[in-house]
C-alpha cells in the first residue's frame, strides 16, 4: 500500500516546472474551495465517515460477522446435551395374516384378544433427560471459549479492514493535496511562458529560453492529468472497500494521537489486542479438551419415559403402555483411545501455551520496532517540509530575478526541480509519518474505530 501510493505521488508530480508560496491547506473537515469554472463540488467523506460506513458496509466484515453468528451457536449446541429430549415416532403396517385369540380360549368369559392385526398402527413417545454428564460439564465452558475466541479473530478482522480503509483515505487525501500541488504549478508554468515570451519578444531572451518555457508548461499540463487520474483511482479503491460508488470527495485527515510512549504502548498492546487475548483464551480451551478426555473415565446416567399406543390391546388387554428409568452407560475400556487424547491434549496445552507467549512477543515487538518507524518517519516529514520551504524561496528568488534579466533560465529550472523533488518528497513523507503513527495505534491495539 505504501509503495503504490508513494509511487502514485511521485508520478504525480514528477516533472512539473515550479510552484509559488503554497498557501495553506484547508482545515481538517473541509474541502478546499472549488477553482472558477470547475465542476461542482462532490460531497465531502471525512475519515470517520469512511471509517463508520466501512464497519457497516464492508462486505469481508460482513462474511466475518455472519462467521461470528455461527461459532455463538457452539453453546446452544454444547447445552443441548443437558436439556431434556423428546421424540415422537408412529408406524404403519400391514401383515399377511391376522393374529387373534377367540374369546374364551384362555378361559371362560375371556375375551377376544389380537396378537397381530392385519392393519398394525403403533406411535412411540419417548423422553430422556441426563442426570449425569460428566463430558459435558467440561464441554459446555469450552463452548463458551470457543465463541470467545471467535469473537476476538472477528474483532482483530475488523481492525484489519479498518486499518486497511483508514491507509486508503490518507493515502487518497495525499494525492488530492498532490493533484492540487500539479494544479498550481501549471499556473506557474503558464506564467513562466508568458514572461518568456514577453522578454523573447523584446529581445532579452533566446528562443530557447521561450522553447523551454513552453516545453515546461505542456509537461505541467501533463502532470495535472496524471494526478488527476491517481486521485481518481484512489477514490475508486476506498469506494470499494466501502462498498459505494466514488462519487465523494476527501479532505486532510487529522493527526494520529498516541497516549503514552512506547513501553506504555507495549503494555496496552499485551492488554488489549485481541489477537493475544484469543491466545490466552485458547489456553483454557485446550485444558478443557483434555478434561473431556479425562472425564470420559466417569459414568453417564440418564433418565427415560416412554409411552406407547397401538390399535391392538394384545396380551394386557389394553392398547397402550408406558414404561420410566434411569439408564447407566460406563465405558471400562475403549482401548487405549482415552490415554491418547489426554496425551495428545496435553502436547496441545504445550502449544497453546507457547503460542500465547509467542503472540505476546510479537506483540511486543511489533510495537516498539512501529514506534521506532514512527520518530524516523516523523524526523524525515519535518526536514522534508524544512526542505520544501527553503526550495520555495529560492524559487521564488530566481524567478524574481530572472524577471530582472539577471538570471539564467537554466538556473530557473534547476530552482524549479528542486522545488519540485521537495514538493514529493515533503508530500510522501508527511503520508509516511501518517501512517507510521496509524500502525503504531494498530500494534498497540489502540485502532479499533467505530467500536461496536
Do not use: C
Not at 395 to 405: E, I, K, P, S, Y
Not at 438 to 445: C, F, P, T
Amino acid at each position: 500500500m505504501n509503495a503504490l501510493i508513494t509511487a502514485a505521488l511521485t508520478l504525480a508530480l514528477a516533472q512539473a516546472p515550479g510552484t509559488p508560496s503554497t498557501p495553506a491547506p484547508p482545515p481538517p473537515g473541509e474541502a478546499a474551495p472549488a477553482a472558477a469554472g470547475a465542476q461542482p463540488a462532490l460531497p465531502v467523506l471525512t475519515l470517520d465517515d469512511a471509517l463508520a460506513t466501512a464497519a457497516a458496509q464492508n462486505l469481508d466484515l460482513k462474511a466475518a460477522q455472519a462467521r461470528l453468528r455461527q461459532a455463538d451457536e457452539l453453546s446452544w449446541k454444547a447445552w443441548s446435551g443437558y436439556l431434556p429430549q423428546v421424540t415422537a415416532s408412529g408406524t404403519y403396517t400391514r401383515n399377511e395374516t391376522e393374529a387373534v385369540l377367540p374369546a374364551g380360549s384362555l378361559g371362560p368369559g375371556s375375551p377376544k384378544i389380537t396378537i397381530q392385526a392385519q392393519d398394525q398402527l403403533n406411535g412411540l413417545v419417548e423422553a430422556t433427560q441426563a442426570l449425569l454428564a460428566p463430558q459435558l460439564l467440561f464441554a459446555i465452558p469450552n463452548a463458551n471459549r470457543g465463541e470467545e475466541i471467535a469473537r476476538l479473530n472477528v474483532e482483530t478482522a475488523r481492525r484489519e479492514v479498518l486499518f486497511g480503509v483508514a491507509q486508503a483515505y490518507y493515502g487518497a487525501a495525499s494525492l488530492r493535496r498532490a493533484m492540487e500541488v500539479s494544479e498550481r504549478l501549471l499556473e506557474i508554468a503558464a506564467r513562466q511562458e508568458k514572461d518568456a515570451r514577453v522578454r523573447y519578444q523584446a529581445g532579452a531572451i533566446a528562443k530557447v529560453g521561450l522553447l523551454r518555457a513552453e516545453i515546461d508548461r505542456a509537461r505541467a499540463e501533463q502532470d495535472v492529468k496524471r494526478s488527476q487520474n491517481a486521485f481518481a483511482s484512489a477514490r475508486i479503491a476506498l469506494a470499494t472497500l466501502l462498498d459505494r460508488r466514488p462519487d465523494f470527495d476527501v479532505v486532510d485527515p487529522p493527526e494520529p494521537v498516541l497516549a503514552g510512549d512506547a513501553e506504555a504502548l507495549v503494555a496496552a498492546a499485551l492488554r488489549d489486542r485481541p489477537d493475544v487475548q484469543a491466545a490466552r483464551v485458547n489456553v483454557e480451551l485446550q485444558r478443557g479438551v483434555r478434561n473431556q478426555a479425562v472425564a470420559r473415565y466417569l459414568p453417564n446416567v440418564g433418565a427415560f419415559g416412554r409411552y406407547t399406543l397401538a390399535n391392538e390391546a394384545g396380551f394386557t388387554g389394553t392398547n397402550h403402555a408406558w414404561a420410566a428409568g434411569l439408564a447407566l452407560q460406563w465405558k471400562v475400556l475403549d482401548g487405549g483411545l482415552r490415554e491418547s487424547d489426554i496425551r495428545e491434549a496435553n502436547a496441545k496445552i504445550d502449544e497453546a501455551n507457547a503460542s500465547s507467549a509467542s503472540a505476546e512477543l510479537k506483540a511486543r515487538q511489533e510495537v516498539e520496532q512501529a514506534y521506532l518507524d514512527m520518530e524516523s518517519a516523523r524526523a524525515n516529514a519535518a526536514k522534508a517540509k524544512e526542505q520544501r520551504d527553503l526550495a520555495a524561496e529560492n524559487q521564488r528568488l530566481v524567478d524574481v530575478a530572472f524577471r530582472a534579466g539577471t538570471a539564467t533560465a537554466v538556473e530557473q529550472a534547476d530552482a524549479t526541480a528542486q522545488l519540485r523533488t521537495a514538493e514529493v518528497g515533503q508530500i510522501t513523507e508527511s503520508l509516511a509519518a501518517q501512517l507510521a503513527a496509524l500502525r503504531v495505534l494498530k500494534a498497540a491495539g489502540a485502532f479499533h474505530p467505530t467500536r461496536r
